[in-house]
């Protein structure tokens, strides 16, 4: 139960803030009167969207944040921009559905006062709703359907404008006469809970050059590794990062040969190491850019973050899975572990010979121990991995601990499989590239 809950307690958390405002509502006044015609219905429905809404885009945008604290009660900072996502795009559902239970409410009474509601001038408290969901609309559609055909960096800036809309969303909450204005819990929850969403919003992006913690590395090496792959080494200029092998951190290059915006890189160099290393793999308009970068470059280093640490686990018999360049935090535990006592399957997936660009070191390292066992797995020859191919040659994974890393259609895929061939949920860990 303790295990459960430290893995949950965040999710768990986060739903009761976004339902508790419908709890308020609720106890406000009678279900009776609150739905005692059609009218009255289709107004409490519109009042329950709107409030559970805003609450929704006020958890969303303080789950952007990107604390440290989240590794631990969201079971990965990952799992924490998982529910952001989610919750932002629940979130957009009940503001939409909260004008449109309204104009129901006056469509009942005639469908001119619901048109009026809908399209014509009103008080500004209303047009502040207005443009909030509109400023909203116009993003969400651009970071659910359009992001993989504009620049991350773009859709990043657009991503950041939310926080724009629901800075109206809240101008409309407040000044709207409603349950929000005659119960003053119910209003004190609100104001407390939007002013987190916006003290998250101007953490995270306004105030982001003087309020996040970076450290300054400068570029020292850059090798090209593999033909899509570069190997980035850096050295500290000042304070080092303290990290423990398989977690990650945000870089961001100062360079004319790439943008700004910091992304999420493994760290595939030893903690007790006086320099930083990472492996790149070329996938997109960012990462096949990263060649270019010139020695003496700087780079600003956020982190470090993640909970993908097979070290720390008490169960020594392990199996790791990598797939591509989801070997690469398994590269760093690999360098810098005390292999004692641990026994250590390691599946190393890739496409055709050649691509395994760890592989060889990895062997090097396998050969100095017997502890460590490399499988490589050339899914063009060997087909796609899974449970059951898995147990062919590792005995007793059911009573092993799994570690997998790399795609997410692959690690949801391996989870399932896993399950199904009799391996307990809380024993799989898994880091996605998804961010």
Partial sequence: ????????????????????????????????????????????????????????????????????????????????????????????????????????????????????????PSTMAVNYGRIGFLIMFILLILTFYYRTSIKYQNWKLSHKLLGVAFFFGGLHSFFITSDISTNMPLRWYILILSA?????????????????????????????????????????????????AGQFAFLSFQSNSVSKEPHPF?????????????????????????????IGDTAEVEGAFGIFSPEKSKNRNQIW???????????????????????VDLYYSFKEDGDGVYLKELEEISEKTDNLRIAPWISQKMGRIDASKIKRVSD?????????????????????????NGVLKENIFSEEFNM
Avoid at 91 to 98: G, Q, R
Avoid at 277 to 289: A, L
Avoid at 322 to 339: C, K, Q
Avoid at 406 to 411: F, N, R, T, V
């Fill in 196 to 244: 987190v969403g916006i003290a998250a919003y101007f953490y995270r992006t306004l105030l982001y050059p003087f309020s996040v913690r970076r450290y300054l590395y400068k570029v020292s090496a850059i090798k090209k590794i593999g033909d899509d792959v570069v190997e980035i080494t850096m050295v500290p200029i000042g304070e080092k990062i303290k990290y423990q």
């Fill in 321 to 343: 899975i990598a797939g591509g360049i989801g070997i690469t935090p398994f590269v760093s535990v690999a360098r810098s572990l005390n292999w004692k006592n641990f026994s």
């Fill in 266 to 294: 493994s760290l595939t160099s030893r903690p007790e190491d006086d320099f930083i290393q990472i492996g790149v793999k070329s996938s997109g308009d960012y990462t096949k850019h990263l060649i270019n970068l010139s």
């Fill in 1 to 120: 139960m303790k295990k459960y809950f430290a893995g949950n307690f965040g999710v768990i958390l986060v739903f009761v803030a976004s339902l508790l405002p419908a709890i308020f509502w609720i106890f406000q006044e009678s279900i009776g009167i609150r739905f005692s015609g059609t009218f009255s219905t289709f107004r409490s429905f519109g009042q329950l969207f709107g409030l559970v809404g805003i609450s929704m885009f006020a958890v969303s945008l303080f789950l952007s944040a990107r604390l440290k604290f989240f590794d631990k009660y969201f079971d990965g900072l990952s799992r924490a921009y998982d529910l952001h996502h989610f919750l932002g795009g629940l979130a957009f559902v009940f503001i939409l559905f909260h004008p449109l239970f309204l104009a129901l409410a006056y469509f009942s009474v005639t469908p001119s006062l619901a048109l009026s509601f809908l399209f014509f």
């Fill in 396 to 420: 007793k994974i059911e009573e092993k601990v799994i570690f997998i890393c790399g795609p997410s259609e692959m690690i949801i895929a391996l989870k399932k499989d896993f399950i199904n």
